[in-house]
């Protein structure tokens, strides 16, 4: 869901579309900032290639604790794998991190 969310707000700058505004997100912020400052190159793979690239990242990251948290932080990958796990959002962020690492997501 946060990776179509992103590449969503990518299409829309991508139209010329004014930029999206994310101020009713708080949580979104650090993550957001945190994301602009990565850089990312684009591969083209086949079905079979990002099917193996998704396991592998799934299998690298899933083995992490899963740690509830009472104000529904957000972390940036680099808190996630410091902490040795995090909350559903957390495990969403590092894997989309390790896929974007890869070549298959599209900045904000």
Request: proline fraction near 5%; charge should be negative; include cysteine.
């Amino acid at each position: 869901m946060l990776l179509s969310a992103l590449m969503y707000a990518e299409s829309i700058q991508s139209a010329g579309a004014a930029e999206p505004n994310f101020d009713q997100f708080p949580k979104w912020q650090p993550i957001a900032e945190w994301f602009k400052t990565q850089h990312y190159h684009s591969h083209h793979l086949s079905d079979a290639q990002f099917d193996e690239l998704i396991a592998q990242v799934n299998k690298s990251i899933n083995h992490y604790q899963f740690i509830s948290d009472k104000g529904d932080i957000w972390k940036t990958p680099d808190q996630f794998h410091h902490d040795k796990g995090g909350d559903c959002d957390d495990y969403s962020i590092a894997k989309m991190d390790r896929l974007a690492n890869a070549g298959h997501c599209c900045p904000v």
